[in-house]
């Protein structure tokens, strides 16, 4: 199969007439630049790979926009928590793959192609494990396949509830599973890593997400990664570590050690990691982390609406940093929305504009996007991201008529769509070598909407 694009962003940059080659198989065999479209399909507008989402809780997205009132004695990141329990109590395995398979399809529309699926809502209702421990996960996988998105899938580790190895409280209970049941659990859905019902692409990896330095002890880190070592010694290894300030003295207490120093210092922090959040560092962890290879994991919308704080983006890119995009809580789910955030809250703190830009790229946000394209890459662990032989068929054609995208090229394209009003950037969406969005439309999205409105009926009854 081919197609052709008369402007399509490679690993390079911007490139005209671009003809890419990929099989049935779902992979890119070739392509070429100042080529003849020949027979080849042409995009209806310029061509750039698909951002992968690399932070996902799904049932959040249900819930988004809920937790905006004030509450009776100050609000913060642990009084929405406890909100965010309250509403997970009631949330089925029907629930979870109404809302999972609405929101994939919604993040196909809005321009990713991939998603890490931070998976821990584990247990019935009452905490009881479900007959097959894979059944949430499951419905997660099959949301990924209605929706036609790739999928990285991170079980979640999660036993205590704060620092020091503390019992879990009652509204944590869905989510912490014996030690013996979550190897089992993982090496489970590594088996099945390769099973859809999408013909020809091979959309799934498997990971783990040992859920925070709160939730694991350092035995139990070590546990989940040699169980998912058994199986996929290279696969992804997700954390949540210093979103907050609390957190941040917590660990201080209980270790003398910042998180981000801690895991520095003891969990050989390589290129499979992604730190998700990162937010409060010192100059040392900034630099340490830079040089370690692993990706941060920047939420910018979630961690603004959480009021976690401002990630230290400057020194950390002036490092040559890693750094990927995740849409987290969904209160957002739009990857331009969220490149222009990191840079707004630059902006915001130092009273200067166009902070973080590159020495090769001068346009901020296309920079950023590019090097989000990379790192979330990465972090999914997925041959995705980019387009060039090797990777996967994922591609997202620009709306070049949107009125905010009108005779833009290139980087000043992706700078518009990012900081721009467009409402519809994107037309259409390709991931694994087939079409998921076209004219801006999903052919699953009604079907997904029925389902989504009657779960949010019943949960918010
Ligand atoms: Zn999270």
Not at 1 to 21: D, S, T
Not at 185 to 199: C, I, N
């Amino acid at each position: 199969m081919k197609l052709f694009a008369k402007e399509a962003l490679l690993p390079e940059g911007w490139q005209p007439n671009v003809l890419i080659e990929f099989g049935a198989d779902s992979w890119i065999s070739n392509v070429k630049v100042n080529a003849a479209p020949g027979d080849a399909e042409r995009a209806r507008g310029p061509v750039i790979p698909g951002m992968p989402n690399l932070h996902s809780h799904a049932f959040q997205r249900a819930m988004a926009g809920l937790t905006e009132k004030a509450g009776p004695s100050g609000d913060s990141f642990w009084t929405w928590r406890e909100l965010m329990y309250k509403f997970l109590s009631r949330i089925t395995p029907e629930d979870n793959e109404a809302i999972a398979t609405q929101l994939y399809i919604e993040m196909l529309k809005a321009g990713y192609t991939a998603v890490a699926e931070f998976d821990y809502l584990h247990h019935d209702i009452d905490g009881q494990p479900y007959a097959d421990r894979t059944e949430m996960s499951t419905r997660l996988m099959a949301a990924a396949d209605t929706a036609g998105i790739g999928m990285t899938l991170l079980p979640v580790l999660y036993r205590h509830s704060t620092f020091g190895g503390l019992p879990p409280t009652e509204g944590q209970k869905r989510f912490v599973m014996a030690l013996d049941d979550y190897a089992e659990l993982v090496h489970e859905l590594l088996a099945r890593r390769g099973e859809s019902k999408r013909p020809g692409a091979m959309l799934r990896r498997v990971g783990i997400a040992p859920h925070s330095l709160r939730a694991v002890t350092p035995d139990e880190l070590t546990f989940a990664i040699n169980a998912l070592d058994q199986g996929d010694a290279a696969a992804p290894i997700h954390i949540h570590a210093a979103e907050q300030l609390k957190e941040v003295n917590d660990c201080l207490a209980w270790s003398h050690k910042r998180p981000v120093a801690w895991l520095l210092d003891n969990a050989n922090l390589s290129d499979r990691w992604c730190l998700v959040h990162a937010t409060h560092l010192d100059d040392d962890e900034t630099f340490r982390l830079a040089q370690s290879g692993a990706v941060v994991g920047l939420c910018p919308t979630t961690e603004a609406n959480l009021g976690d704080g401002i990630f230290n983006a400057p020194d950390y890119l002036m490092q040559k940093g890693r750094f990927g995009i995740g849409g987290d809580s969904h209160v957002g789910v739009d990857p331009f929305r969220e490149v222009a955030v990191i840079e707004y809250a630059q902006r915001l703190k130092s009273a200067r504009r166009n902070v973080l830009t590159t020495a090769n790229i001068r346009n901020v946000g296309a920079g950023l996007f590019r090097q989000a394209l990379a790192g979330g890459q990465q972090a999914l662990g997925q041959r995705a991201g980019a387009i060039a032989p090797g990777c996967r068929a994922d591609f997202v054609v620009m709306n070049a008529e949107d009125p905010a995208l009108i005779e833009r090229e290139g980087d000043d394209l992706l700078d518009a769509a990012i900081f721009g009003p467009a409402r519809n950037p994107v037309r259409d969406v390709m991931v694994g070598g087939h079409w998921r969005v076209r004219e801006g439309r999903h052919a699953g999205e009604e079907a997904a909407l029925n389902s989504y409105r009657k779960t949010l009926k019943r949960l918010l009854a």
